[in-house]
């Protein structure tokens, strides 16, 4: 199992069809939102780097979320893939072309924190070389934004601040032979949950005799359950999700036969976020 994360983008700009708009943009900035204009964002991110023989399970863009006006309201942001080819300094919505069915929806609210959008069908798509990788819009949902729900701004890849900048987190199956020739299986990861049902990496599973271990490491509660599958693509929950509650650690061990396993998590509470640590341990059966 491997996890690559890109970082920063290629290309990263704020576009509106108004030139009077256009000149609240910066290059710090990212902004998506309604004002007396409406506003979108484009990113771009190069993928040509990953292995042609893996298999992509995962694939999540990762934006920080600094400024908005009204953090309490709910909005939501879709993610559109962009069809047309565009210049960084010279974005004209009226000339772009994206699909118009999203590859995916968050919802939004609260302020300075890292928000997640599972882009995962489209970095597939890049990596077979099915859909031209040409970047992403991120743009209000319809019916989301008012205007009187303001703009939300986002770190572009110029913040001073590269841990902030956007990023684009792969998760991708080795299947190299050293990969099997490993008498145990060892593994450590940490993740913060969120509101939203998160996955943590996949691993490669079928030769081991294995245990999760979860261990809350914040001060909130979080629910979590093991995930199994024959495929990488088709998933099974092991029971329901868990309590877990604040310093408690949690085994947890798989009732049937499968190739593929990962953990998922949620926080407990919305608007709370707990930290876990995942220890994965196993020996060949």
């Not at 704020?14 to 979108?40: H, I, M, P």
């Not at 998160?198 to 005799?209: K, S």
């Not at 798989?254 to 998590?265: C, E, G, Q, T, W």
């Amino acid at each position: 199992m491997g996890v690559k994360t890109v970082k920063p983008p290629i290309r990263a700009a704020t576009a509106t069809t108004s030139k009077q708009g256009r000149q609240l943009c910066d290059k710090y900035t990212l902004l998506v939102g309604k004002e007396r204009e409406v506003f979108q964002s484009l990113l771009a991110f190069d993928t040509a780097s990953l292995p042609l023989m893996q298999a992509i399970v995962n694939g999540t863009l990762t934006l920080y979320l600094y400024e908005n006006l009204f953090p309490n309201r709910k909005k939501a942001i879709a993610v559109h893939r962009i069809l047309s080819p565009w210049k960084e300094n010279r974005v004209r919505l009226q000339d772009l072309i994206i699909d118009p069915v999203p590859v995916c929806l968050s919802v939004i609210q609260g302020n300075n924190k890292f928000i997640d959008f599972d882009i995962t069908p489209l970095v597939q798509e890049w990596h077979s070389g099915t859909a031209a990788n040409l970047g992403i819009l991120l743009k209000p949902a319809d019916n989301s934004y008012s205007k009187q729900s303001g703009i939300s701004g986002f770190c572009s890849r110029n913040c001073c601040n590269s841990l902030c900048w956007p990023a684009l987190h792969i998760s991708f199956i080795d299947y190299s032979p050293a990969q099997n020739c490993n008498p145990t299986l060892e593994f450590d990861c940490r993740v913060s949950t969120g509101s939203v049902v998160q996955t943590a990496c996949t691993l490669n599973v079928l030769q081991y005799m294995y245990t999760y271990f979860v261990i809350n490491t914040g001060k909130s509660g979080a629910l979590i359950a093991l995930q199994i599958s024959p495929d990488g693509i088709n998933w099974i929950t092991e029971g329901e999700l868990n309590s877990i509650r604040p310093g408690e650690t949690k085994p947890l061990i798989p009732n049937s036969i499968a190739k593929y396993a990962r953990l998922v998590f949620q926080s407990d509470e919305s608007g709370q976020s707990a930290s876990l640590a995942i220890c994965v341990r196993g020996y060949l059966a």
